[in-house]
């Protein structure tokens, strides 16, 4: 359904509880830092690596303290959900955050590189709940089209925040690498304004047990395996743009920085023009993988730098709108008592779709003897997935909520 559609039945309908700017920014802070647990330490790998060189498995244990979180994340996300529910958006999210500052200034004063993997892994934990937390959040406070510039500003600051982060960390691993940790007691200044500044959520009326339902989970199917797709579209580009440079024969770091910052920049571009466009998510979810996909195709077709940089730019203005518009039907299929399971659920597949990205690009390298031939190969897929969907967009939303899962 539209996200313009009419709401759940015990859904807020107006915005009283999240009065002022300071909520909302707030949780736009609270949904980067997952983002910086992704993207901090990655300048300081190689000094990690040379620091564990005598620990057995260093070679795969020192890569793991980047990307266990994000694992963490994808399969805890369901069960934070769940927590959210029963316990209450604000508390858990308050706690999680103090949480996430002790797990992750812990390899400063850790020696063992398995205790390192070890907080990693409890990190991961602890932004699964502030990630569940911060889009249920949102989903509490607003409706309509001002939920709809929330989401998609929680984009712009997601890839805004990564590239911020990344310069962060190189700056701060010339201190050596456990340097960057100390970002981490971010955590610390945020959990007390949280405390302080969010309302405590409540439902606009309790339900009656005519009222009462199981957990929509059909319902929800359908966009979250969309969310598992439209996550690997949405990282291809930052996560392999480096390595089609490459193979084009670019090797300087300037300039790869640069093409990098021009696709942060559009993905942005993409979240901004997500606000301006008609109030219907569903419906222009097959226009937005068309974009992703044209953008695909030209960086899969040429063998020019110019075009590649070019692809890379449409492709991020396509997932700058992809990732709200995804986001946005899944909040719209959910009431107030589901809203947590259902944004974990939803959280799950994305990060799902962020770690399998890489993967299953090598996997389609290894076949197709390129990485521009497998990104190419992405772009058709996009193009099928946009033509599957797009019957599914003209049916009544009453109509597309029965068939799911097999509906956006």
């Known amino acids: 359904m539209p996200a313009s559609a009419a709401l759940p039945a015990h859904e807020h309908t107006q915005d009283p509880v999240a009065g002022g700017k300071l909520p909302a920014v707030l949780l736009m802070a609270g949904s980067c830092l997952p983002i910086l647990g992704a993207v901090l330490i990655?300048?300081?790998?190689?000094?990690?690596?040379?620091?564990?060189?005598?620990?057995?498995?260093?070679?795969a244990l020192v890569p793991l303290v980047l990307t266990v979180p994000a694992l963490s994340l994808a399969v805890l996300a369901p069960f934070a959900g769940a927590l959210v529910d029963r316990l209450g958006r604000k508390r858990l999210?308050?706690?999680?955050?103090?949480?996430?500052?002790?797990?992750?200034?812990?390899?400063?004063?850790?020696?063992?590189?398995?205790?390192?993997?070890?907080?990693r892994v409890l990190v991961g934990i602890a932004e699964a709940v502030i990630m569940t937390c911060c889009t249920t959040l949102i989903g509490d406070y607003y409706t309509g089209r001002t939920r709809d510039r929330y989401l998609a500003l929680q984009t712009m600051c997601a890839s805004a925040s990564a590239t911020l982060f990344f310069v962060l960390g190189g700056a701060l691993g010339s201190a050596g690498w456990r340097a960057p940790f100390w970002l981490y007691l971010v955590g610390v200044l945020l959990a007390p304004a949280m405390a302080r500044a969010l309302p405590t959520p409540s439902p606009a009326s309790e339900p009656t047990a005519a009222d009462r339902r199981p957990f929509p989970l059909r319902r929800m199917a359908g966009i979250c395996l969309l969310t598992v797709f439209g996550a690997a579209v949405f990282y291809t580009v930052p996560v392999e743009m480096s390595y089609l440079m490459d193979d084009l024969g670019v090797h300087s770091t300037g300039v790869v920085g640069a093409a990098t910052a021009l696709a942060s920049a559009a993905t942005v571009l993409g979240s901004v023009l997500f606000t301006r466009l008609a109030d219907r998510a569903r419906r222009r979810l097959p226009a937005v993988l068309v974009v992703c996909a044209?953008?695909?195709?030209?960086?899969?077709?040429?063998?020019?730098l110019p075009l590649l940089i070019a692809g890379a730019v449409v492709n991020c203005v396509g997932t700058?709108?992809?990732?709200?518009?995804?986001?946005?039907?899944?909040?719209?299929?959910?009431?107030?008592?589901?809203?947590?399971?259902?944004?974990?659920?939803?959280?799950?597949?994305?990060?799902?779709?962020?770690?399998?990205?890489?993967?299953?690009?090598?996997?389609?390298?290894?076949?197709?003897?390129?990485?521009?031939?497998?990104?190419?190969?992405?772009?058709?897929?996009?193009?099928?997935?946009?033509?599957?969907?797009?019957?599914?967009?003209?049916?009544?939303?009453?109509?597309?909520?029965?068939a799911a899962p097999e509906g956006v």
């Open 42 to 59: 990655a300048p300081v790998l190689p000094r990690m690596q040379d620091h564990f060189r005598d620990v057995p498995g260093n070679a």
């Open 320 to 402: 700058g709108m992809l990732l709200p518009s995804l986001l946005t039907v899944a909040l719209s299929r959910l009431e107030y008592a589901d809203r947590g399971r259902g944004t974990g659920l939803w959280t799950s597949a994305f990060f799902l779709g962020e770690f399998a990205c890489p993967l299953v690009l090598l996997a389609a390298t290894s076949t197709l003897g390129t990485l521009a031939s497998a990104v190419l190969l992405l772009g058709v897929l996009t193009l099928l997935v946009s033509a599957a969907l797009l019957p599914l967009t003209r049916r009544a939303p009453k109509t597309l909520a029965q």
């Open 93 to 119: 999210l308050v706690a999680a955050t103090v949480l996430y500052t002790l797990f992750g200034t812990a390899p400063l004063w850790l020696s063992s590189l398995y205790t390192i993997v070890a907080s």
């Open 294 to 304: 044209a953008g695909f195709v030209l960086m899969g077709a040429t063998d020019h």
